[in-house]
């Protein structure tokens, strides 16, 4: 499950214990974060440990500002569909003022559930499945929306080799040497290259995510971990 999703879930769960003619939600930063945690296993490879790397230990004192970026690209997402909204503020107010000041677990977020949020759940999260992706010439289908990598040179060429085989797990080194036809010979000349190749690929993949989560809120299309064993894969929930 991924952060969108996740965080649909997390407001349906409130939703569902409103009383009666309410219709606002408080969810606070501990939720989200404890949330994202447990329902995602591959959190870890992604470079975020919200355990450890903010809250939940007495020496943090401000949240991780990559966490806050993506609880904030989930809301901006659902907010942009019209299922919530956020009650008495403007949305740039509460980005630029409220959320990124954020500083412990409790804090809290107080949003009003529209009348749509449920048709938006149901056409979103059917059976926990989520619509599948279509690349093609450097464009990318997904949720509705059309993303281009063709201005991203490096994004878009990760994509074709992912695409050619796209529900395979690809080795960094096995990726290299499909772009790189000498890439055998160049390992044997000079073995200590293998200690830095990868991280194109891994910050490739960093890259495809960040974008993808602008256009639709979703930061884990690509799944990946570090070192020259590693490996990355799209993830094969969209595939």
């Known amino acids: ?104 677990p409790e804090d809290k977020i107080c949003l009003k559930i529209e009348k749509e949020f449920d048709d938006y759940y149901k056409k979103t999260i059917s059976g926990g499945v989520f619509k599948k992706a279509i690349y093609l010439n450097g464009v990318l289908k997904f949720l509705g929306k059309e993303i281009d990598f063709n201005n991203k040179q490096n994004q ?22 499909e772009w790189d036809v000498e890439w055998d010979g160049i390992k044997k000349n000079d073995p200590g290259i293998k200690k830095e190749y990868w ?4 910050n490739s993949g960093d890259s495809i995510n960040r974008y993808i989560a602008t256009k639709t809120g979703v930061a884990d299309f690509i799944l990946k971990n570090t070192g020259t064993g590693g490996k990355i894969k799209i993830n094969p929930r969209y595939v």
């Open 199 to 202: 991280r194109k690929f891994y």
């Open 156 to 177: 878009k060429e990760l994509l074709d080799t992912l695409f050619s085989e796209p529900e395979k797990d690809w080795f960094y080194d096995e990726i290299q040497s």
């Open 1 to 104: 499950m991924n952060y969108f999703d996740a965080f649909l879930e997390l407001l349906k769960g409130k939703k569902e214990l409103l009383k009666k003619g309410d219709n606002c939600v408080t969810v606070t930063l501990g939720e989200v974060a404890d949330y994202w945690k447990r329902e995602n296993a591959f959190i870890k490879n992604t470079g975020y440990d919200l355990l450890t790397k903010w809250g939940f230990n007495a020496s943090s004192k401000y949240a991780d500002k990559v966490f806050l970026n993506d609880v904030l690209l989930v809301i901006k997402k659902l907010e942009n569909e019209k299922c919530i909204s956020l009650p008495d503020k403007t949305g740039d107010d509460f980005f630029k003022k409220t959320l990124l000041k954020m500083k412990v």
